[in-house]
C-alpha cells in the first residue's frame, strides 16, 4: 500500500505519453522543445517546492499511500514525480486544446468561405 501514490503517478504519466504518442502533441510533434520546456517547468516547480520548504509553508505529512522515501527533509520521493506528471499533464492538455480550437476555427473559415 505504501507505493500506491508513486505507483499512480508512474501510471498517469504513462497514459499522458500514450496520449501523446497518439495524437502527436507534446514530446512526438518536437522532442526539443518538448524536453526544454519539461526541464524548465520542472525546475521552476523544485525551485516553489524548496522555497515553500524552507519557508516552513509546505510539509510532507504522513500518509499511508506513500513510500515514506525522501530525498531532503519535507521533500517526498513523489514529489518530483508529481511536477514531471504536472509539466506534462499540462502540455498535453494546452497542446491538445490549441489543436482543436485551431481546428474547429479552420472549419468555420471553411464553412464560411463555402456560402
Same mark, same amino acid.
Given at each position: ?16 505519453l ?18 526544454? @520546456?519539461? @526541464? ?24 499511508a499511500?506513500?513510500?515514506?522515501? @525522501?530525498?531532503a ?7 518530483? @514525480? ?34
Amino acid at each position: 500500500m505504501g507505493a500506491l501514490y508513486l505507483g499512480a503517478l508512474l501510471l498517469f504519466s504513462g497514459c499522458m505519453l500514450l496520449l501523446d504518442r497518439r495524437f502527436r502533441l507534446f514530446f512526438w510533434k518536437d522532442a526539443v522543445s518538448a524536453a526544454i @520546456v519539461t @526541464v524548465v517547468g520542472f525546475v521552476f516547480f523544485l525551485a516553489w517546492d524548496i522555497a515553500g520548504i524552507a519557508g516552513g509553508i509546505f510539509f510532507r505529512g504522513e500518509a499511508a499511500i506513500a513510500t515514506g522515501l @525522501v530525498l531532503a527533509p519535507e521533500l517526498p520521493i513523489e514529489e518530483p @514525480v508529481f511536477l514531471l506528471f504536472l509539466v506534462l499533464c499540462t502540455m498535453v492538455i494546452y497542446t491538445g486544446a490549441v489543436r482543436l480550437f485551431s481546428q474547429g476555427r479552420r472549419s468555420r473559415t471553411e464553412q464560411e468561405a463555402r456560402q
